[in-house]
């Protein structure tokens, strides 16, 4: 059975740092995709990051180019996503999700954890 823990998350002035991770288990082999996402208040989920476990590809929104870093690995069971110089508008609650394959998926995820929230004031 697959499943995802995420932690980490908090409440960071603007321009600092946190980190959220996500522990991953269940998969067989490396052929999966680990994204995050967040949704703010009133606003649709947005994909954030995503990482090719096989082989370490990576995607960034446009808003978070720069700022945010995801790793992993097959090697590693952990996900994580370090994010610096936070905006008030990266406030949102953080989901990881996972997927079989290797691209990098931003959509059409099967298997999520729980949120973490993330809070950037100003």
């Known amino acids: 059975e697959v499943q995802l823990q995420a932690c980490g998350g908090g409440l960071v002035q603007a321009g600092g740092s946190l980190r959220v991770s996500c522990v991953v288990s269940g998969f067989t082999g490396d052929s999966y995709t680990v994204g995050w996402f967040r949704q703010a208040p009133g606003k649709e989920r947005e994909a954030v990051s995503c990482?090719?476990?096989?082989?370490?590809?990576?995607y960034y929104a446009d808003s978070v180019k720069g700022r945010f870093t995801i790793s992993g690995g097959s090697a590693k069971n952990t996900v994580d996503l370090q994010m610096n110089s936070l905006k008030p508008e990266d406030t949102a609650v953080y989901y990881c999700?996972?997927?079989?394959?290797?691209?990098?998926?931003?959509?059409?995820?099967?298997?999520w954890g729980q949120g973490t929230q993330v809070t950037v004031s100003s």
């Open positions: 990482i090719t476990q096989s082989n370490g590809r990576t």
């Open positions: 999700a996972a997927r079989f394959g290797t691209y990098l998926y931003t959509s059409d995820y099967r298997y």
